[in-house]
């Protein structure tokens, strides 16, 4: 019976998202925003640019739920899609060059020194973002450097063993190996 509730209970959510039901959109709205918040502010932000990204990174959640392009299977899956998609959104703004001239001299001695304190953006936002751009650029590679690369990072095989099973001598496959790695650095620079 209970895990019957929770079917329900998700179900319901969804539900609520797409016929545009006020008082869930609300509830949702408003549960998630100082998380959000927090993030812009921690990292050189400020409330009205906070209230921008939320509301964008809303948008696109109720969106993509309305048009299945995301499916939810619990309210708490929501909740981190919205806190990656304005992550990312916000990400993009810092990165952004029109972000970048807006801030005058005073601001970018404030922005330094925030930047020493905090390392930046936060490492795991930073550390997050290069995976993703290194995955993406790791799908647009050809499938033989896909092949070396698997073998050589994901099964941890020796470079010797890569040479017997691809036929060739260790040194073609060691420069193999830094022409695909070269290609995946261009790839991923090109998608920035």
Request: with cysteine.
């Amino acid at each position: 019976m209970r895990e019957a509730y929770k079917i329900d209970h998700k179900l319901q959510v969804v539900v609520a998202i797409k016929e545009n039901d006020s008082s869930a959109l609300k509830n949702i709205y408003t549960r998630n925003y100082p998380k959000i918040e927090a993030l812009v502010l921690k990292n050189s932000g400020t409330k009205e640019h906070a209230k921008d990204i939320y509301q964008e990174a809303f948008l696109a959640v109720w969106q993509n739920i309305k048009q299945d392009k995301f499916i939810p299977k619990t309210e708490s899956s929501i909740n981190g899609y919205l806190y990656t998609i304005a992550k990312n959104k916000w990400l993009d703004v810092l990165r952004s060059k029109v972000y970048k001239k807006t801030i005058v001299a005073s601001q970018l001695q404030h922005f330094e020194i925030k930047d020493e304190e905090n390392n930046g953006i936060d490492d795991d936002i930073l550390k997050e973002k290069r995976l993703e751009d290194v995955m993406l650029a790791f799908k647009n590679l050809g499938e033989a450097c896909k092949s070396l690369l698997r073998m050589f990072y994901f099964e941890k095989k020796s470079m010797n063993l890569i040479a017997e099973e691809l036929a060739l001598d260790s040194a073609s496959t060691r420069n193999k190996k830094y022409r695909c790695m070269q290609k995946l650095r261009q790839i991923a620079l090109k998608n920035n």
